[in-house]
């Protein structure tokens, strides 16, 4: 028996079935898990804010709970608000896609006589026979059924950030009490401080990097004249959150409804150019100098976390895979036995 305890091979069998059952418990838990973490990410924004309204307004600062409250109630305020927005220029845009079908129409024209076409489908050919293609109810029922899911996961993590954010203040008093051990107690209240700081410290910074490009590409849209610049906006400033593939993801919205506006390919061109320039800029120059060492993950376990965790939770689970996986790196990194993963995974060794 001990013989096998010690065998590599059971080792590694054990390592890997310890990750399948975390990954499994990972999917099951994820309508309990996924608010709780939202919830958390929202108490270290809802917290550099409370700090930064201190700063704004010094007769507060001694009033921590009165910070908190305001600062809740103004995210609050802001979810209700976002949800608004979103709904009324999704109906904007509903109301605007036969316009955007005549345009389109138009340049299928145009490029056919080009390039000596004499039969092109037009738009209304490729959908007149919807029906046939797609079934419209259930497409329906899953949109609503996917907002309604959004909405309920907002929702249970506005109520856990609200007690979270009670006890925040108290937490390392309690470790220090449920722990029992000084030694152990202070131990784990520094690895709760170094993950508070790192991952705080990243989250901050992006998002104030998200705003700085959702800001660059609004005033890009809006000089371009395309539609919905604000919506746009916001979600490429949201799509940012995902490393690699959320920038590009975010250009595609305005790229293609440039097209539909304005029925030219010159436009679109103009709006790709500038929008992706506008990324390029955000994404190798701004972005490293805010962001810095923050989370020192390497750029292939980064792309490797983010397929792991979009398969775990889908959208949510890309735009949290870097914070998600940085905590993991830390935790790994306290650990004696396990601290050369740590290592393997950062960026430059220094965990």
Request: proline share 4%; hydrophobic share 60%; charged share 10%.
């Amino acid at each position: 028996m001990e013989m096998q305890s010690t065998n590599p091979f059971y080792a590694t069998a054990a390592a890997l079935v310890s990750v399948i059952l975390i990954g499994w418990l990972l999917m099951i838990g994820q309508s309990l898990i996924v608010p709780v973490i939202i919830a958390v990410i929202s108490v270290y924004l809802l917290s550099a804010a409370s700090t930064g309204l201190a700063s704004v307004l010094p007769s507060l600062r001694d009033y921590h709970r009165l910070r908190s409250l305001i600062v809740l109630a103004i995210f609050v305020l802001f979810v209700v608000l976002f949800a608004l927005f979103v709904s009324d220029n999704a109906l904007a845009i509903a109301a605007s896609l036969p316009t955007y079908a005549d345009n389109l129409n138009t340049l299928i024209d145009n490029l056919a006589n080009t390039l000596g076409l004499t039969e092109v489908p037009s738009v209304a050919t490729l959908l007149e026979r919807p029906q046939e293609r797609i079934d419209v109810g259930a497409l329906v029922q899953s949109a609503v059924g996917t907002v309604s899911g959004i909405g309920s996961v907002l929702v249970m993590a506005i109520c856990y950030a609200v007690f979270l954010a009670a006890d925040l203040k108290t937490m390392p008093g309690k470790l220090r009490i449920a722990l029992g051990d000084e030694t152990s107690a202070e131990q784990t209240v520094k690895l709760v401080m170094k993950v508070n700081k790192r991952i705080g410290g990243y989250l901050i910074a992006k998002t104030l990097v998200n705003g700085i490009l959702a800001a660059v590409s609004f005033v890009i849209m809006w000089l371009l004249g395309i539609e919905f610049a604000l919506l746009w906006a916001v979600l490429i400033g949201l799509f940012n959150y995902i490393p690699y593939v959320g920038s590009i993801i975010g250009v595609v919205f305005p790229v293609l409804l440039s097209l539909g506006q304005f029925g030219s390919l010159a436009a679109s061109g103009a709006a790709l150019i500038a929008l992706m320039t506008a990324q390029l800029y955000v994404g190798y120059v701004l972005e490293p100098k805010m962001l810095g060492k923050s989370v020192n993950l390497s750029a292939f376990v980064v792309l490797l976390a983010l397929s792991f965790w979009t398969l775990l939770w889908g959208a949510i689970g890309a735009i949290l895979a870097v914070p998600l996986t940085a905590v993991v790196m830390i935790i790994l990194a306290e650990i004696p036995s396990l601290r050369p993963v740590a290592v393997l995974i950062s960026d430059d060794g220094e965990v």
